[in-house]
């Protein structure tokens, strides 16, 4: 059954440091999403991605975040300077059309030291 | 802003009683619902999606019910099972072109044997 691939799994990195945290979505699917959930707390939405541009983002999603699809088959988000606050579950999830079953990736653990 | 809340937040009973989680929101101008399953340090789960001209979703012994008028779901799990014991979760799916799920803090469960 096809699913959400992400990598790393568990990320850790110092304060100030660029991460890449790359996603592989469902292969026929056109909707991306990048969510997170800081221990203890909701999972919360970040960004969507369609056609190649984002749809909406949240308020969270600053200037230090992008994304990017690089290639027919990768997602990723890119925090340029990393903060504590960043150190999270982050969540990959892709949908085949709009208002429909988004599947989740299993996550990458980013700790910011 | 769409607030999305999940009561009780936790909650054991004995194996093969039936479960009924709670999930209210504050905007009914959704597209849809869905419900997941998270495991501990694990991703999520897809179990069930309503869309918002539904009112209510099977699968197994998974139902899902919405009252979009008075802002509710419930999900049921009939006669549970130690392997049922995890964390639910419920999202509400916006009307907007992101189509960002809004997640509610979860409802913990503890089958117990």
């Known amino acids: 059954e096809p699913e959400v691939t992400q990598t790393p799994s568990h990320q850790v990195t110092q304060m100030g440091q660029e991460v890449i945290l790359r996603c592989v979505p469902i292969?026929?699917?056109?909707?991306f999403y990048w969510y997170r959930q800081i221990l203890g707390q909701k999972v919360e939405f970040l960004v969507s991605f369609y056609n190649n541009e984002i749809s909406e983002k949240s308020e969270i999603f600053d200037d230090q975040f992008s994304v990017e699809r690089p290639d027919g088959s990768n997602f990723t988000l890119k925090i340029r300077s990393t903060k504590l606050e960043d150190s999270a579950m982050y969540f990959c999830?892709?949908?085949?059309?709009?208002?429909?079953?988004?599947?989740f990736g299993p996550g990458t653990r980013l700790t910011v030291l | 802003k769409q607030e999305v809340t999940q009561i009780p937040a936790a909650l054991s009973v004995p194996e093969g009683e039936n479960l009924v989680l709670n999930c209210s929101f504050t905007?009914?101008?959704?597209?849809?619902l869905q419900w997941f399953r998270q495991d501990p340090g694990k991703g999520l789960t897809s179990l069930l999606l309503?869309?918002?001209?539904?009112r209510e979703q099977t699968s197994g012994r998974l139902n899902a019910s919405l009252d979009k008028s008075s802002g509710r779901s419930t999900l049921y799990i009939a006669a549970s099972q130690p392997g049922d014991s995890a964390t639910y979760l419920c999202?509400?799916?916006?009307?907007?072109?992101?189509?960002?799920?809004?997640f509610g803090g979860g409802t913990r469960v503890l089958v117990k044997p």
């Open positions: 905007d009914s101008a959704i597209y849809n």
């Open positions: 999202a509400v799916g916006a009307k907007a072109a992101g189509n960002k799920l809004t």
């Open positions: 999830a892709s949908s085949e059309g709009h208002g429909v079953w988004q599947f």
């Open positions: 292969s026929n699917h056109l909707y």
């Open positions: 309503i869309q918002s001209s539904q």
